[in-house]
């Protein structure tokens, strides 16, 4: 069986996202599993190379692993001729210039969202690789939770008719860290580091929503910091900067009105942490992470109005699961092996940073409507 290597930098692999998503549950896994297999067969084996600030934690990384290469200067591992993608899952804050670097050095690069923090930041990032000639992609990994998958189906059968709105609801409650620890680093609460809800969220809900049901063309937000202090990972007090909870309506191509709700300061009383309601002319669905039901136009109940009297409808039981019948992959995986074979087999990849970009502007633009309390318009982004 032909096989193929390919050098992959790895920055940012202490983190959260950048350990157990991308290097244990993807890189990892690929590793297990012998490879990427294109389409001729050919398997491509992934060889990281890890870079991060912390010596002590990369060298207990790569030994637990079995990781032979590791860095802290990503000068160095850029420079290495046997490196061909440069992966960034560091804090958004400081992506930005690394991308360049690996670009100037000639590599194809695969990021974690946001591409940068500004419009222009990731529109320069989008020129500057298409100028290279290197290939380029942004996780995207919504589009591959098993609920949202059912959606697509869905919607691909033709299901829903006319879809008329989707209502969107983001959220748990996450801890202000004095009595219980927060769930989530303390960056992601403070405007300087990069944090904030809308940053963020939006960038999902514009590849959720462009993917599924059609092109962000207008958004009204009010975006609020809700709790004003947080304690830090070291229990330390700091004034909350960013804003916790975004409350937004997105109007897209086709007279669909999306209206999100995304929020780290509400308690969940739903099935799940998303979940996302699609009303159609003749058929509506529910899909959370996992689960997809649905009501069709020709099983639809007749709701009346009545205050007088308790509610005894099992408005739940009215819903009708959606089967999975296909397996569910981890979502970040799958798109590790996308990417993959873009870059050795030429395959398409439709999350490039231009997407990533559009993602970043309808976040900077939900920011303007909330600051200048008006509906912000946007027109089709190119380069
Ligand atoms: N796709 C998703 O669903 C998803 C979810 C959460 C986070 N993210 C994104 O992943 C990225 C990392 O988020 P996280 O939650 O893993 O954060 P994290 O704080 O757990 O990890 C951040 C990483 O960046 C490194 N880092 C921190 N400060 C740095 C600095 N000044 N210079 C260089 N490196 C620095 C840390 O060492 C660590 O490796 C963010 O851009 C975030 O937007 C994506």
């Not at 360049?100 to 969202?113: M, N, Q």
């Not at 919607?155 to 748990?172: A, N, P």
Request: proline share 4%; glycine share 10%.
């Amino acid at each position: 069986m032909a096989t193929k290597s390919l050098g992959v930098v790895l920055n940012g692999v202490t983190g959260r996202m950048g350990y157990r998503q991308h290097l244990v549950r993807s890189i990892l896994a690929i590793r297990e599993q012998g490879g990427v297999e294109l389409r001729d067969g050919t398997r491509v084996h992934l060889t990281p190379l890890l870079v991060g600030r912390n010596e002590e934690k990369l060298r207990d990384i790569a030994a637990q692993h079995d990781i032979e290469r590791w860095t802290t200067d990503l000068d160095t591992a850029l420079g290495d001729s046997g490196q061909q993608v440069y992966f960034d899952a560091q804090l958004t804050s400081v992506r930005e210039k690394s991308i360049v670097k690996a670009i100037d050095a000639g590599l194809h690069v695969y990021t974690e969202k946001p591409v940068s923090e500004t419009l222009d930041g990731a529109l320069d990032l989008a020129r500057r690789a298409r100028d290279a000639g290197v290939k380029n992609g942004v996780v995207h990994d919504k589009l591959f939770l098993p609920g949202l998958v059912k959606l697509r189906r869905l919607i691909d059968s033709g299901f829903f008719g006319r879809i008329l709105s989707v209502r969107g609801e983001f959220g748990y409650w996450v801890f202000e860290g004095d009595w219980q620890s927060a769930q989530r680093p303390s960056w992601n609460y403070r405007a300087e580091d990069g944090g904030g809800i809308v940053v963020d969220m939006f960038c999902h809900w514009d590849y959720v929503l462009h993917n599924l049901f059609g092109r962000v063309g207008a958004v009204t937000s009010r975006a609020v910091t809700h709790l004003p202090h947080r304690w830090d990972e070291n229990g330390e007090l700091y004034e909350a900067t960013a804003d916790d909870a975004a409350y937004a309506i997105f109007e897209l191509d086709g007279d669909v009105v999306a209206q999100f709700n995304s929020s780290w300061t509400v308690r969940v009383h739903r099935d799940e942490l998303l979940e996302l309601q699609v009303d159609g002319t003749l058929g509506s669905a529910v899909a959370g992470l996992h689960r997809c039901v649905v009501q069709p136009r020709a099983a639809t109940p007749r709701p009346t109005w009545n205050p007088d009297l308790p509610d005894t409808t099992p408005y739940r039981q009215q819903w009708q699961d959606v089967p999975d019948n296909v397996g569910a992959e981890n979502g970040f995986k799958a798109q590790w092996e996308q990417f993959v074979r873009h870059v050795v087999d030429d395959e398409p990849h439709p999350y490039d940073f231009l997407a990533g970009a559009r993602g970043v502007r309808l976040a900077q633009a939900g920011l303007q409507s909330s600051a200048e309390a008006r509906r912000i318009e946007l027109p089709e982004l190119t380069l």
